[in-house]
């Protein structure tokens, strides 16, 4: 059964002293990108780095004394088992979680710091999920689902208790959703304290591809969380990656946040203008920060060339001495940061007496990357 604002209030008083009261940012660039006001509730400061640590404490409070001796067994993409870990480790619980063979290894060292035993197994969330099951079928530990769970989705709908609180003047709120039980017990909390607002659901990538939101990457969303976010959502729109690293790159940079793909999922819908609700107030969620460091370099350098702050080009010089100074002088003038310089003297269809010359250079926007290019063009230097 769907749980109601009385499960969500009654959660609240669960996780009171564990969870954490993420704070809320107005953001002036985000303002400016979108023309209306915009705050965002950083639900990567939370403990563990996302906002599940909310339905994991609330679930597991509420075990008899032997469910907690049996244990407990989560399958998550990361996040999910990082909160299961570390609210077993603080109530005393033993916990074994799950993981895709290739989950990031930072929510997985996370994860087995917090206490947990993790088994990697199969290449999808939902890989995991059928093995957790079928281990805890076996053994008796009880199965800790990361949305398909009352008590799960209660504790996750305490968010939307604190933004009735932090944000009586908001209009729009912009929820990730994957399986669905964050959106799920927030719109659960808000709709019955604010009912005139308007909530829109941001999913991301498609069934059987990858993306940078592995958060929110599942095949198959709850059955209990559609059908209250059948009930309960305005609107339902999507994000591509394009979108989701530009909008981690932005966060980074003007917000000073570090967000992981699901987390920025809602911020790349409303830079993208799909938001909807016109000019109205409205409040983004970063529901996790947890990214691997590796996936946030290559983000960043996506985002900056996306953006027409970082290019990448290719020409040919005469193989002499001199003649890539002249280049690299060229580019200085035309104040490009030239950070990588690639020299090859074979292939790439170069005569005997040229050589090849790859550049990365940071400019400042797509419109110095253009007068770049032009400046090179003008100087006789072939570019791809």
């Not at 199969?122 to 008796?140: C, I, N, P, V, Y």
């Not at 699901?262 to 947890?290: I, Q």
């Not at 005469?318 to 200085?332: H, I, S, W, Y």
Request: glycine share 12%; charged share 25%.
């Amino acid at each position: 059964m769907a749980p109601t604002l009385a499960d969500v209030e009654a959660a609240r008083e669960r996780i009171a002293g564990r969870a954490r009261l993420t704070p809320v940012y107005g953001s002036e660039t985000l303002r400016r990108l979108t023309g209306r006001r915009v705050w965002l509730k950083a639900e990567n400061l939370q403990r563990t780095g996302s906002f599940k640590i909310r339905g994991a404490v609330n679930k597991l409070e509420t075990l008899s004394a032997a469910d907690r001796n049996a244990g407990v067994i989560a399958a998550s993409a990361g996040n999910h088992g990082q909160a299961v870990a570390w609210a077993a480790r603080e109530l005393g619980i033993r916990a074994t979680v799950f993981m895709p063979q290739d989950a990031p290894m930072a929510k997985v060292d996370a994860t087995r710091n917090y206490g947990a035993e993790t088994v990697l197994t199969g290449a999808m969330f939902d890989d995991a999920l059928a093995e957790a099951e079928a281990r805890a079928s076996e053994t008796g530990a009880t199965f800790v689902h990361a949305f398909e769970d009352e008590a799960v989705i209660a504790g996750q709908g305490t968010i939307g208790l604190e933004l009735v609180e932090q944000l009586p003047d908001a209009e729009t709120f912009l929820l990730p959703i994957g399986g669905g039980g964050l959106g799920a017990g927030i719109a659960t909390a808000l709709r019955a304290l604010r009912p005139g607002v308007r909530l829109v659901g941001v999913e991301a990538g498609k069934s059987g591809r990858g993306t940078i939101a592995d958060g929110i990457a599942v095949k198959h969303p709850g059955e209990l969380t559609m059908s209250i976010l059948g009930h309960l959502l305005d609107d339902l729109v999507h994000v591509e990656d394009e979108e989701i690293a530009s909008a981690i790159t932005l966060l980074l940079e003007r917000s000073k946040l570090v967000v992981e793909g699901a987390g920025a999922a809602s911020v790349a819908a409303l830079v993208a203008g799909k938001a909807g609700g016109g000019d109205s107030r409205v409040c983004a969620l970063l529901s996790g920060g947890n990214i691997d460091a590796t996936t946030l370099v290559s983000v960043v350098r996506h985002g900056l060339q996306r953006a027409g702050r970082y290019l990448v080009v290719r020409t040919r010089v005469r193989d002499q001495p001199g003649q890539l100074l002249k280049l690299l002088e060229l580019v200085a003038a035309q104040r490009g940061n030239i950070v990588e310089v690639n020299h090859r003297r074979e292939g790439l269809g170069l005569d005997v007496v040229e050589t090849g010359v790859e550049l990365t250079v940071v400019t400042r926007d797509e419109a110095h990357c253009a007068e770049l290019r032009e400046a090179l063009l003008s100087h006789g230097y072939p570019l791809e």
